[in-house]
């Protein structure tokens, strides 16, 4: 019996080799199997193939960071240098992984047709394997970001090499997300030299409304390429805690 023909075949032609063999010599039985869930997979929500997927997928994607010790490495020691106190523990990881597919859900939640693709790019492509450990980085400093006030993102953005660029990608949308959400209200922007309480103020925001802000803020693509570029690009973020996080003088808290 002919499952497929595998040289006409757009979907079967697609597959890397290995599965294209795999399918091939699968019994009848099985192959019902593997038409059955496909079917429900199609049919179902984002969020349902999410829960999923995250059930199915996470021990193969927990297994290939446990191989890549190189990174995971790199990225603990840049979470220390960084002052953060997120531990690579597999249990971290694994609320990783199943944040990152609810990501990928938000970030095309309309084109819901591509979010099986993306998540599938991720589980099953050997050059994805230090994405999640990517984006881990890129996440945890992005958050440290959003938890900056003003004054301390200025200084942050003073310290790169690009600075427009930087200020454009990063720091411009975590304040528009400040204004947009309530969090930070700007006073007296017209006064250049103006330093009110609301530049040099900390947001204070729970754990679950920073992740939901962090997500509805920046793609999945840019985060993974932020934590990217610092692991695998010498001197692509510069950050100096003592400088950032010093203290405010009195006068520019005063009103």
């Known amino acids: 019996m002919v499952f497929v023909r595998p040289n006409v075949d757009p979907v079967f032609s697609a597959l890397p080799q290995a599965a294209r063999t795999w399918l091939r010599e699968l019994p009848w039985a099985h192959r019902r199997h593997?038409?059955?869930?496909?079917?429900?997979?199609?049919?179902?929500?984002?969020?349902?193939?999410?829960?999923?997927?995250?059930?199915?997928?996470?021990?193969?994607?927990?297994?290939?960071?446990?191989?890549?010790?190189?990174?995971?490495?790199?990225?603990?020691?840049?979470?220390?240098q960084f002052h953060i106190q997120t531990q690579l523990t597999d249990s971290v990881l694994r609320d990783y992984i199943r944040q990152l597919y609810r990501h990928i859900g938000e970030d095309i939640?309309?084109?819901?047709?591509?979010?099986?693709?993306?998540?599938?790019?991720?589980a099953v492509n050997p050059q994805e394997k230090s994405s999640l450990l990517n984006y881990v980085l890129g996440f945890e400093?992005?958050?440290?970001?959003?938890?900056?006030?003003?004054?301390?993102?200025?200084r942050l953005y003073h310290l790169q090499t690009n600075q427009e660029e930087f200020l454009r990608q990063?720091?411009?949308?975590?304040?528009?997300?400040?204004?947009?959400?309530?969090?930070?209200?700007?006073?007296?922007?017209?006064?250049?030299?103006?330093?009110?309480?609301?530049?040099v103020k900390r947001p204070c925001i729970e754990k679950t409304p920073l992740v939901a802000l962090v997500m509805a803020t920046f793609t999945t693509a840019a985060v993974i390429q932020f934590g990217f570029s610092i692991i695998r690009m010498p001197n692509a973020f510069e950050f100096d805690y003592e400088y950032i996080f010093a203290a405010e003088p009195v006068d520019a808290i005063v009103e």
């Open 34 to 80: 593997i038409l059955s869930l496909c079917q429900i997979m199609s049919a179902s929500s984002p969020e349902m193939q999410a829960e999923f997927l995250d059930s199915y997928t996470s021990d193969g994607l927990l297994s290939q960071v446990t191989r890549d010790q190189d990174t995971r490495q790199k990225v603990s020691q840049y979470l220390e």
């Open 141 to 154: 400093l992005i958050q440290t970001m959003f938890q900056m006030s003003w004054a301390q993102q200025e």
């Open 109 to 122: 939640h309309q084109q819901p047709d591509l979010y099986l693709k993306s998540v599938l790019k991720l």
């Open 170 to 199: 990063y720091i411009k949308p975590i304040q528009a997300t400040h204004r947009a959400n309530g969090i930070i209200v700007p006073r007296d922007e017209g006064q250049f030299f103006a330093r009110r309480s609301y530049f």
